[in-house]
């Protein structure tokens, strides 16, 4: 029936909707074209499903492709363009497809959804299109009735259907769930390998980006970025983790189409670096394991800047220095430099330079102070810059090449401005305070020095009241530092005691613009007459000193004597042989050789100044000694071996030396036993001080004494110390004093016998268990204990003193006196001895008072004084004196006397040279030298000795005698 209206239609030339309901065919043409639409939709839905499963599919074919064999660059864009050319026509068919859907496809598909063979939609939209044939032309109303009633059936078919209901929704369906299912299996593949698929991915989806393939191995590149100077080497290096890396590593490089391949080196297991050296152009790199494993390509860019590669700095000082041209290399730091200074800068680099600019900057507000312009010194990789030093600071080089391009990173030192400092000058001795004697000569040292160079140094002297008098000194031209000593005669000056020398040092150094000038310290020196310098060195000289020297001549005696001795021996057995004759001859040369050792040697006492008057004797024995000496030596000098009468002449020099030596003898022993008597005298002075503080200290204790009186804990407290030093002394004297009494001789017994009584009067008083008692309640603060016990000691300590008065041997000897005969002028010599204990004639105080005790006993160590003199400290130049040693007057362990019979290496004191002049020594500070000082301590030492002030040598305190030679005597001119 379709197809006859349709030919009827065809036929006939009518019109398709001639006769029939136009609202009603308007509305099912305007309804079935909303469907076409709602359809077309759909197609394209199944369509996008399907494009998208094929997409899919094509990039896993892709990245799975990639994992397997890893194709280069080419290779996967090839194979994506050929998956485009194949997905394109696909996608344009399906595209061309769904949007090609009409009414009619939208009618039979709304036909197939109701499952109605007869196919109503269909029929009615193919009337309505169709013209009715010419065989139906008569029957029009009957062509009316079929289109109206098979349009009122579609319509009635269409009216509750929708666009979304024509939808493909299980082809959809299906599509979509291939669709899932695809990317489910991609991602169970994928996860646990999404590195490796990610890589692969990435590679397959953007193959013209630069990817390296997957692999385990992963590279940390260095540096990165990469740049290097011009003509600079540049270090790769990549450290690979992962497995272990078996096959060779190599870095590819690539630069204007050319590609190149070199082995790495290995540095460790897992460091890989490769040097390329002399880099002028860039170019890219990576590093590669094996064909597969790679990294990505990395640029290596070359910056053209011009570099420091040598730094030559040239200075010339001023020319009043006279100072040579100084050159640096390399690194500079800071450079210090005079005010007028000539600097030239020579800077090479890796490029041709053009110029540059040398900045002077102040430290503080970083403000240009001058700027100075390099020019290119052929050949071309070279700057100059040449300019006077005026002003310091920081500075800042930077160079331009040929090109114009600066440095970024400037050459920076410091240029410290140095000022010329006035000179220093200064004396070591004599030192500022000392005296001297008319006929001493003084030892004049000192030093001057400048930082630069001195002009003139001179030596100033004058007299106290009259004006001063200058000598130039001979001063090397340009000289930094000038040391000088010499020695002065008083006496060929003719000073006389009282007056006042004075003595400094004058400096100036070459600076042309502010001459400099600099003066010492003025030495003074004050004249005394002998008698003072006598009574000086009595307060430190002992006894024991001269007993030793004594033994010393003794001794010298002894030597000549043992000399000729040997001579008589070998004079009574040789013969006239020729070997006897030899043997004789040398004999009498030792003989003549001991006699001018020992001559030289007593020369040197005899010139020493007699300080004690048991000295003065000593003195005139050693008179007669020296003239026996030298008619022994006139008799030596007219023998011959073989001569007549030699036998005589040697008898006769051993008659005068033997009488000569018992006299020494005896001289030696009673000066040692007159010296163990001035300690005796010395321990009973200790005592009656020991007393005196008593009293002091029970004087001050008595005002708590009674029971109303207010305690003081304290003020008891200060005494503690005190009446220790009152118990320590007491502890130790009667064993002392019990010592010094065993050691002398039965010609003294009374003085013997009557200090042992008293030290066993005193040890038995057990004083010092009662001082201890006195101490502790003094340190407790009980004021009226302390002073009962301290009463109760000072009771007992004076009824000792009573007992022993003026009237017995020992307590005479305690004052001052003697109640017993002493040969010579022994009694006067005692009496010196107590006048320094008892602080007369520059001896010092006792030491005892409100101050305190000041010594122990056998603690001096510069003579009998109980305290040091007021000018212990003051230099003092005289006549010299030996320190004998090793002859006698060595002190024992408890500060005693002792003389001994060790012997004296005469010869060594006969050739030893005479000190005139105190030992001086340069600051400590200047005896250091620089290569002594670790380097990173010599910035700081230099500070210190700069800053501090020129230090001055002063002696040293301390005991003379117990620094001398072990040997034997040194000569000194001075006593300290």
């Known amino acids: 029936m379709n197809h006859a209206s349709t030919q009827n239609g065809t036929a006939g030339g009518l019109a398709p909707d001639a006769g029939t309901d136009e609202p009603a065919a308007a509305a099912f043409r305007q309804r079935l074209a909303r469907l076409a639409w709602g359809l077309r939709f759909g197609r394209l839905t199944e369509a996008a499903t399907a494009g998208l499963f094929r997409i899919v599919l094509v990039v896993a074919a892709l990245t799975v492709f990639d994992l397997a064999a890893a194709p280069g660059p080419g290779l996967r864009a090839g194979l994506g363009l050929a998956a485009l050319m194949v997905l394109l026509p696909w996608g344009a068919f399906g595209l061309t497809r769904s949007l090609g859907v009409n009414a009619r496809d939208a009618a039979r598909r709304v036909d197939e959804l109701a499952g109605d063979r007869r196919r109503p939609v269909l029929t009615a939209w193919e009337l309505l299109a169709a013209r009715p044939a010419a065989a139906f032309a008569e029957s029009a109303s009957l062509h009316r009735f079929l289109t109206g009633r098979i349009l009122a059936q579609a319509a009635a078919r269409i009216e509750p259907l929708t666009g979304r ?109 490769l040097r390329v050296e002399h ?64 600097a030239r800068l020579e800077v090479r680099s890796n490029r041709p330079l053009a110029g540059g600019t040398l900045t002077i900057l102040t430290a503080g507000d970083q403000r240009v102070r001058r700027e100075v312009t390099g020019r290119g010194h052929p050949p ?20 331009r090449d040929v090109q114009g391009i600066v440095s970024r990173t400037p050459l920076c030192f410091d240029l410290v401005l140095e000022e010329d400092k006035p000179p220093a000058a200064g004396l070591s001795a004599p030192p500022s305070v000392s005296v ?76 042309p613009e502010v001459p400099g000038v600099n003066v010492s310290e003025i030495a003074r020196v004050t004249v005394i007459s002998k008698e003072q310098y006598a009574r000086i060195l009595r307060a430190r000289t002992t006894l024991e000193e001269i007993a030793a020297r004594a033994k010393l001549i003794e001794q010298a005696l002894d030597t000549v004597r043992k000399a000729a001795e040997a001579l008589r021996k070998e004079a009574a057995e040789g013969g006239n042989a020729e070997p006897d004759r030899k043997k004789t001859r040398r004999r009498i040369a030792a003989l003549r050789k001991a006699l001018e050792q020992v001559r030289k040697v007593l ?10 008057a048991s000295e003065k004797a000593l003195h005139k024995s050693l008179e007669a000694t020296r003239k026996a000496l030298g008619k022994a030596a006139q008799i030596v000098a007219g023998m011959q071996p073989g001569s007549p009468g030699l036998t005589e002449k040697v008898d006769s020099v051993l008659d005068m030396l033997g009488e000569r030596s018992r006299q020494a ?60 030093r009152v118990r320590e002394a007491l502890a130790v004297l009667p064993e002392r004093i019990r010592a010094l009494a065993d050691r002398l001789s039965d010609e003294y017994f009374e003085v ?4 042992r009584a008293f030290a066993m009067d005193l ?55 003697c109640r017993f005969s002493l040969p010579g002028p022994g009694t006067e010599t005692l009496a010196q001895v107590y006048a320094l204990l008892a602080g007369a004639g520059g001896g010092g105080g006792g030491g005892f008072g409100s101050a305190g005790y000041a010594g122990g006993y056998g603690k001096s160590e510069h003579g009998y004084g109980m305290s040091g003199w007021a000018a212990a400290a003051t230099a003092l130049y005289g006549p010299p004196r030996l320190q004998p040693v090793g002859g006698g007057g060595r002190r024992d362990a408890d500060g005693n006397g002792r003389t001994t019979a060790a012997s004296v290496n005469v010869e060594r004191l006969a050739t030893e040279k005479r000190v005139d002049t105190p030992r001086t020594r340069r600051p400590a500070g200047r005896d250091i030298r620089p290569r002594r000082v670790p380097e990173k301590y010599r910035k700081a030492v230099e500070r210190y000795f700069a800053a501090s002030p020129k230090p001055q040598w002063r002696p040293p305190p301390g005991n003379e005698a117990d620094r001398g030679n072990q040997n034997g005597l040194r000569g000194r001119n001075e006593t300290r």
Not at 227 to 255: C, D, F, I, K
Not at 380 to 399: N, Q
Request: glycine share 6%; net charge positive.
């Open 165 to 273: 209901r024509l939808w493909p929704t299980p082809a959809i369906r299906r599509r979509l769930r291939a669709f899932f299912l695809l990317l489910l299996a991609l991602t169970i593949v994928a996860v646990p390998a999404r590195r490796a698929v990610g890589t692969a991915l990435l590679r397959s989806c953007l193959p013209w980006r630069d990817v390296p393939p997957y692999t385990r191995y992963r590279f940390a590149v260095k540096p990165d970025p990469a740049v290097v100077l011009y003509g600079n080497a540049v270090e790769l290096t990549a450290a690979v983790s992962g497995p272990r890396v078996q096959a060779p590593v190599r870095v590819t490089t690539r630069a204007d189409g050319k590609t190149a391949s070199a082995l790495c080196f290995r540095r460790g297991a897992r460091e890989f670096l």
């Open 279 to 342: 880099v002028v152009r860039p170019f890219e790199f990576c590093f590669r394991i094996g064909r597969r494993a790679r990294t990505r390509w990395r640029r290596v860019t070359v910056r053209l800047e011009p570099r420091f590669e040598e730094i030559r700095l040239v200075l010339d000082p001023p020319s009043y220095t006279h100072r040579p041209r100084r050159s640096f290399r390399s690194g500079l730091g800071s450079v210090n430099v005079l005010r007028g200074t000539g």
């Open 380 to 399: 071309g990789k070279v700057a100059v810059f040449a300019w006077t030093v005026d002003c310091g600071g920081a500075v800042e080089v930077r160079l």
């Open 436 to 511: 001297a004697t008319p006929d001493a000569r003084l030892p004049l040292v000192g030093w001057a020095e400048d930082d630069v160079g001195l002009s003139s140094v001179r030596w100033v002297r004058a007299v106290r009241g009259y004006r001063d008098r200058s000598v130039a000194l001979p001063v090397p031209a340009a000289v930094a530092r000038y040391d000088f000593q010499r020695s002065l005669d008083l006496g060929v000056l003719g000073v006389a005691p009282g007056d006042v020398l004075e003595f400094y040092l004058e400096a100036r150094d070459n600076n």
């Open 603 to 612: 020369d040197r006492l005899a010139a020493e100044l007699p300080v004690y």
């Open 665 to 724: 003898r005896r001289d030696w022993r009673q000066a040692a036993q007159l010296a163990v008597i001035a300690r005796l005298m010395q321990a009973g002075v200790m005592y009656v001080k020991s007393v005196e503080l008593q009293e002091d200290i029970v004087r001050r204790l008595s005002r708590f004494e009674p029971e109303n009186a207010r305690q003081d804990p304290d003020y008891v407290r200060l005494f503690a110390d005190r009446e220790r």
């Open 752 to 755: 013997r016998d009557s200090a």
């Open 763 to 817: 040890e038995r008083l057990k004083l010092p268990a009662l001082l201890e008692q006195a101490e502790a309640a003094m340190r407790a603060g009980d004021g009226r204990t302390a002073c009962r016990l301290a009463g109760e000691a000072l009771e007992k300590m004076r009824e000792l003193r009573r007992k022993y008065d003026s009237s017995t041997c020992y307590g005479a000897l305690c004052v001052g006196k």
